[in-house]
């Protein structure tokens, strides 16, 4: 169908911002744009019309306070509204945000819903059918996911919407060594796991979960996520599946109920 929205992306990190983009894709005739930084937003908004504009507060060059009064400088601008995300709070006050004209700010770790709620209500969209993004219904109930991955952005994401999806207690870690330790811990149902680390990678981790088998330990579903295409190598090592960075929500969403649909990993 064609776009009814448009819908400005501004945030200088790519993953943070893809994620963001994918997540806004949930809902039906909304198109996104991205933009690096506050000077390319401004490029942007030059190029085309939108609707709507989400924006990082902490960035290079043009941070978000700087580009929300820019914008509202603008005569064309005028009105367009604003969506803020920040993590940084003491440094940027989620109020000063709205002070000077944004109509939400939202604090990071962000949850899926709550930006798509004040999206729509940014847009005057009624939600008229259940949320894409609620926790699946027709898998077996995901209690525990361990997360490894050395991006922590990325993590923090994940980390929100896993449990947004699933309704999942989620835990993190940054390489391999603290995977390995949190199994025990944690014993999680499910491990998503980078294959690029420092310290251990993924294909380390894997080789030691192999030998926690042959020791009668129970062992997660695996699911290596990872930017190189190693989908063959990943599997021969023993993972149960493979996703390319970077996956959409809704691929990430579906790899998972597919692992949690297949039969118990073999000891």
């Not at 819908?7 to 690096?36: F, Y």
């Amino acid at each position: 169908m064609p776009a009814t929205f448009r819908v400005l992306v501004v945030d200088d990190s790519e993953s943070t911002r893809q994620l963001l983009q994918k997540a806004l894709a949930q809902i039906p005739g909304l198109e996104t744009v991205g933009a690096t930084d506050g000077v390319d937003a401004l490029q942007k908004l030059r190029e085309g019309r939108f609707d709507l504009v989400i924006t990082d507060l902490e960035m290079p060059l043009l941070d978000g306070m700087r580009l929300i009064t820019r914008i509202h400088q603008r005569l064309e601008c005028r009105g367009l509204p604003i969506i803020a995300l920040t993590g940084a709070t003491k440094t940027y006050d989620p109020q000063a945000a709205t002070d000077i004209g944004a109509v939400a700010c939202i604090t990071k770790p962000l949850k899926a819903s709550e930006l798509l709620r004040e999206v729509r209500q940014a847009l005057g969209i009624k939600e008229t059918t259940p949320s894409s993004l609620a926790a699946p219904k027709t898998v077996e109930k995901l209690e525990r996911i361990l997360v490894c991955d050395d991006d922590a952005m990325l993590l923090r994401l994940l980390n929100t919407f896993l449990h947004d999806q699933f309704g999942s207690e989620v835990r993190l870690a940054s390489n391999g060594r603290e995977a390995l330790k949190k199994l025990d811990e944690f014993d999680p149902q499910i491990l998503v796991l980078d294959y690029m680390m420092p310290k251990m990678n993924g294909v380390e981790v894997l080789s030691a979960i192999r030998e926690r088998t042959r020791t009668g330990k129970k062992r997660p579903k695996v699911l290596v996520y990872s930017a190189l295409n190693i989908q063959k190598e990943a599997m021969a090592r023993g993972a149960d599946a493979f996703l390319q960075k970077p996956g959409t929500v809704e691929n990430i969403r579906k790899a998972i109920a597919q692992l949690l649909e297949a039969p118990p990993p073999m000891h």
